[in-house]
Nanobody, 120 residues
Framework: QLQFVESGGGLAQPGGSLRLSCAVS????????IGWYRQAPGKEREGVAC????????NYKDPVKYRFTISRDNDKNTVYLQMNSLKPEDTGVYYC?????????????WGQGTQVTVSS
């Protein structure tokens, strides 16, 4: 079982930036690929970005490509999502997720989520 502590959500203006953090703990947590999903009001959850357990492979969904950057610090067991050029459609609850080693977009564990609101 893994545990997540997500932080960094909040309010940003269009064109602004936010950085989300996900601290991961639990047995073999360093062997898990970590990703982010989001859910906008009235919409289904969708994948955003993912990074492999090694940190060498990253994967982004089209709506956030070239605007969001995922990274991880394995010494701190923390994954970051740097979100730049934010748009109102980026609004939603962002969930940290984990799956074994590689990013296949079938997560095994979910965090509680952190709210991101992009509005002027």
């Amino acid at each position: 079982q893994l545990q997540f502590v997500e932080s960094g959500g909040g309010l940003a203006q269009p064109g602004g930036s936010l950085r989300l953090s996900c601290a991961v703990s639990g047995e073999n947590s360093e062997n898990y690929a970590i990703g982010w999903y989001r859910q906008a009001p009235g919409k289904e959850r969708e994948g955003v970005a993912c990074i492999s357990s090694s940190g060498f492979a990253t994967n982004y969904k089209d709506p956030v490509k070239y605007r969001f950057t995922i990274s991880r610090d394995n010494d701190k067991n923390t994954v970051y999502l740097q979100m730049n050029s934010l748009k109102p459609e980026d609004t939603g609850v962002y969930y940290c997720v984990a799956e074994w080693v590689t990013c296949t977009w079938f997560p095994d564990y979910w965090g509680q989520g952190t709210q991101v609101t992009v509005s002027s």
